[in-house]
Antibody, heavy 118, light 108 residues
Framework: EVQLVQSGAEVKKPGESLKISCKGSGYSFTSYWIGWVRQMPGKGLEWMGIIYPGDSDTRYSPSFQGQVTISADKSISTAYLQWSSLKASDTAMYYC???????????WGQGTLVTVSS | EIVLTQSPGTLSLSPGERATLSCRASQSVSSSYLAWYQQKPGQAPRLLIYGASSRATGIPDRFSGSGSGTDFTLTISRLEPEDFAVYYCQQYGSSSFTFGPGTKVDIK
């Protein structure tokens, strides 16, 4: 069974750093792109970027380029999303999802809620 | 960047009725790369349709997708109580994904 399991909710202060994770199982982790999607409170879905764990090729949405870093450790089938200096506006639910053959996101993690507040 | 517009913003219908949701793109989208998702409160999105018209694994046949170019449609033939949710379209092109703003289907 394909599963993406994300790390737990985080509460951080502005300016702090953060790295959240997404662990894949039940499939060949290195053979599928993993994407990250932001959902701000009460809002829609925003694509942030995507990584191919096989060779760490990474693409970013222009809206998120330079704001976050996407990485992966294929040895432990885990993708990451990280911030070096959080802002209150980073408060959101973050989902990872597997990209399949027709560029659809066929399996999703349960989401990680990030709250940034002083 | 291709911008997706969904209409209506909210669709108020009764169980058993037919729902027709629209997704319009600012420029032509490859049909192969147009998908639809359902999201219920407190849950992650779920893939319904990919390639504009192919149902994902386990999706009931009351859900269907159609369209090409810049105009795509998700149809729910007869609404079940569990279908009241928000629906998003998504396209892939030029190494970038975009989502539409969503259509909320609520109970009339």
């Amino acid at each position: 069974e394909v599963q993406l399991v994300q790390s737990g909710a985080e509460v951080k202060k502005p300016g702090e750093s953060l790295k959240i994770s997404c662990k894949g199982s039940g499939y060949s982790f290195t053979s599928y792109w993993i994407g990250w999607v932001r959902q701000m409170p009460g809002k829609g879905l925003e694509w942030m970027g995507i990584i191919y764990p096989g060779d760490s090729d990474t693409r970013y949405s222009p809206s998120f380029q330079g704001q976050v870093t996407i990485s992966a450790d294929k040895s432990i089938s885990t993708a990451y999303l990280q911030w070096s200096s959080l802002k209150a506006s980073d408060t959101a639910m973050y989902y990872c999802a597997r990209q399949s053959s027709w560029y659809e996101l066929d399996y999703w993690g349960q989401g990680t809620l990030v709250t940034v507040s002083s | 960047e291709i911008v997706l517009t969904q209409s209506p913003g909210t669709l108020s219908l009764s169980p058993g009725e037919r729902a027709t949701l629209s997704c319009r793109a600012s420029q032509s989208v490859s049909s192969s790369y147009l998908a639809w998702y359902q999201q219920k409160p407190g849950q992650a999105p779920r893939l319904l349709i990919y390639g504009a018209s192919s149902r994902a694994t386990g999706i009931p046949d009351r859900f269907s997708g159609s369209g090409s170019g810049t105009d795509f449609t998700l149809t729910i033939s007869r609404l079940e109580p569990e279908d009241f949710a928000v629906y998003y379209c998504q396209q892939y092109g030029s190494s970038s994904f975009t989502f539409g703003p969503g259509t909320k289907v609520d109970i009339k």
